[in-house]
């Protein structure tokens, strides 16, 4: 018998990352996002690398796009108010960072003073999935947050699905019914892609 749509999203819930923020910056403005679809993406300690899928009705899809160039912060279990600061509300209508303490880093992109650790990194090369953009990115920088070193857990997209304040549930149920519409409309339109600096 084949399983139901639904109990497959399930099952891939699984494949769920650890809940990270990702912040970019483009001719002075400031953005940061949740997303639970990053992994490490190397094997080899001396060429650290990650990779992470943005939608492209995000904000920051377009940032990190035209930049090249993005910080993934992995969380602490206790961050729930910055998920709920960066992931619920997009950074076109309000500068999501203004509160939210910060430096720039390396290369010029939000590095967030709370976290538990974070990864600035330079996208290497991209893949398009019709909905989506996945960008590979090179680790060029790592740091840990202001209490310099990591304390506690990290917050996995389990956790926070399990342990939000319960007043937000219904609104985070609607986003996500509301990107997995964006998303079924395009997923099939995959687009041949290229990065900048990347030779055929
Ligand atoms: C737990 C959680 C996981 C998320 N995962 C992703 C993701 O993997 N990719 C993505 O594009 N958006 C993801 N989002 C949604 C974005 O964070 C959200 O649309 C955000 O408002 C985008 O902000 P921006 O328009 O300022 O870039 C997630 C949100 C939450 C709360």
Redesign the pocket.
Known sequence: MPIAADAVYQLLRNLTSP?VAITSERNGKR?G?????AVRASIVPAIPRVSV???KF???HDLVFDTGRFVLHLLRDDQFEL?HR???????TRD?LADVPHRLGVLGAPVLDECYAHFECRVANVMDTGS?TCFLGDVVEVGHGAAHEPRGGVMT?AD?RAHMPAEWRAE?EA?LRA?QAFAAERSRDIRPMLWRGLNP
């Open positions: 809940v953005n996002m949740i997303s639970d679809s899928y943005i939608h995000n904000y920051s998920v960066l992931g619920f509300s997009s950074g076109r999501k989506s997209a926070f985070y986003l990107a």
